[in-house]
């Protein structure tokens, strides 16, 4: 079991570029989100799916875009980079519990 | 939407004393709060959590309570050790008719000094 896994770990980007951050995780987990976490800020909800085919908006959506063509991957996606989307994402699962499983994180820079 | 305020920001303790972390919410439908720790360049993983139904709950040296009334949970550790030092994230979890999602504080450094 690999849980959460994230890809790339760092990437550097000049503004108006396009990238996609890639989550996938192998727990048949239904519910995916990605986090975005800034200094004094904590741990904000950017994207969320409780499945396949479904997504919604958290409270930092904009400038970010989500697919869910799969229970196991989550990508998300930066169409134009600002020098406002410099942040640490992190990609989570939630099990049946409730728990929150967390990707490793990406550390992305916008020049 | 829910807001979810965590106090102190940081907290400087020493090896042996207790540490208590404080967070607040807003909606009055939360009914689960858990509690996450981030090493330094680590993930948040969770260390404990409560739902409404129950007033405390321990785990070795670590304890949350919870005061519905006055909607405040709190996250008390006992005889702390350098291993604690970390960041500290409250969150909290609204029944939805529909899915709900957890919105957190903004996080407690906590330094535990030999």
């Known amino acids: 079991n690999a849980g959460v896994t994230q890809t790339p770990k760092f990437q550097v980007l000049k503004t108006g570029q396009s990238m996609t951050l890639q989550c996938a995780q192998d727990?048949?987990?239904?519910?995916m989100s990605w986090y975005r976490q800034d200094p004094g800020m904590g741990l904000r909800l950017i994207h969320y799916?409780?499945?396949?085919?479904?997504?919604d908006q958290g409270e930092v959506p904009n400038g970010y875009n989500v697919s869910r063509s799969t229970t196991e991957d989550f990508p998300l996606r930066l169409l134009s980079a600002a020098p406002s989307q410099t942040s640490v994402y992190f990609c989570?699962?939630?099990?049946?519990?409730?728990?929150?499983?967390f990707g490793e994180g990406s550390r992305l820079t916008v020049l | 939407g829910e807001n979810v305020e965590q106090h102190p920001s940081t907290l400087s303790v020493q090896e042996g004393d207790s540490a208590v972390i404080k967070c607040t919410y807003s909606?009055?439908?939360?009914?689960?709060f858990p509690w996450y720790k981030q090493e330094l360049g680590k993930r948040p993983q969770l260390i404990i959590d409560?739902?409404?139904?129950?007033g405390e709950k321990k785990d070795q040296r670590i304890a949350v309570t919870l005061n519905k009334t006055a909607k405040h949970f709190s996250l008390h550790i006992t005889e702390t050790q350098p291993e604690d030092s970390a960041v500290y994230f409250c969150?909290?979890?609204?029944?939805?008719?529909?899915?709900?999602?957890?919105?957190f504080g903004k996080g407690t450094m906590l330094l535990v000094s030999p």
């Open positions: 909606d009055s439908a939360s009914n689960y």
């Open positions: 969150a909290a979890r609204a029944r939805t008719p529909g899915y709900s999602t957890l919105t």
């Open positions: 409560i739902r409404s139904n129950v």
């Open positions: 989570a699962s939630r099990g049946q519990t409730g728990e929150l499983f």
């Open positions: 727990m048949n987990h239904e519910y």
């Open positions: 799916s409780v499945g396949a085919g479904i997504t």
